[in-house]
């Protein structure tokens, strides 16, 4: 790697995953402030994985986290990368949705416009496959920048975690879940799960997604009474679920017409979720074509001004 331990010093636990903790620090020659992600990894398989990560370097993007280089530390890689103050879309929406609030279709659309350029500069650029598009994976500064982070770029560091349940999540396409080959449109799927979760405020199938590190079991939200509501499901019986089921919608009672004028989404949000969640990968729009959808196009245009809705969100904290 090209950092070193010694020069960065903690200063707060910013959140856990299934592979690892993200930690805020201070690299100190530079005065940089970094996010670095440890992953524990076999330590034979560390030099390899490094030298795959310099390719990283070259990966530029308004809407990625910039990547600023690594180092290993006893059976370790420790990841320095861009400090986005605000977290994650998982964490922000934890807290909208717990305050009585919910993301207005203009953030929504502003969301879905950084996803879809940064599928397609990593696809375009340089050939990568997400591989774990989710709420947590979308991070935004306290300047309103929405970015995408933690894409699959080392073939070695992507093996390493596959086929363990640190390597399994719930906005897994279901070609992808089914153990096909897979290419860039199952990244397609899992934004269209990720958009829809945010919109509607909960995960959009009849399960909750798990806490973080407990990836075994999901629970289901079946029946009304809060007292049954939650059931623990094994996650194989989830993905089972998610491959046979027909793919979530928008809620009707959310859309806006002249007979629901409460509804607070468009028709155009419900086509646009509905063309990402099509199970046939082969009928499912990769990142260039959905570009070509109305709801990309109005709010690509748009100006949105997320930098105020970033800084009422950080007032709030
Ligand atoms: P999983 O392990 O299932 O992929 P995850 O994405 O939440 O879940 P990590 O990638 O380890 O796990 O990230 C943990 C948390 O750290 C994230 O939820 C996010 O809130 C925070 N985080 C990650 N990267 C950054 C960053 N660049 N800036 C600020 N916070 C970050
Ligand atoms: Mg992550």
Known sequence: GELRKEDLVEQEALGEGASG????????PTGTVVARKTVAMDPAT?????????????????????????YTDEAS???????CELGSLDQIASRVYAAGGFFTEDLLGKICVAVVHSLRYLHRQHRVIHRDVKPS????????????????VSGLLVNSLANTFVGTSFYMS??????????VRSDVWSL???????????????????????MMTAVAANGETPARRHQRVPIFEVLDYITKEPAPTVPADLIYSPT?????????FRDFIDRCLVKDPAMRPPPEVIMKHGFFRHWDAMFVDTEAWANMLERWQ
């Open 174 to 183: 279901p070609e992808r879940i089914q153990g096909q080959e897979y290419t």
């Open 137 to 152: 994976n979308i991070v935004v500064t306290r300047r309103g920048e929405i970015k995408l982070c933690d894409f699959g």
């Open 77 to 83: 890689l420790c990841m320095c990368m861009e400090y």
């Open 46 to 70: 560390l030099p390899a994985v490094v030298r795959e990560l310099t390719l990283l370097h070259s990966f530029k993007s308004p809407y990625i986290v910039q990547y600023y280089g690594c």
């Open 21 to 28: 903790a993200v930690v805020k620090c201070v690299h100190v």
């Open 260 to 268: 629901n004028p409460t509804g607070r989404l468009s028709t155009g």
């Open 192 to 214: 269209g799960i990720s958009l829809l979760e945010l919109a509607i405020g909960r995960f959009p199938y009849p399960f909750d997604v798990p806490a973080k590190g407990a």
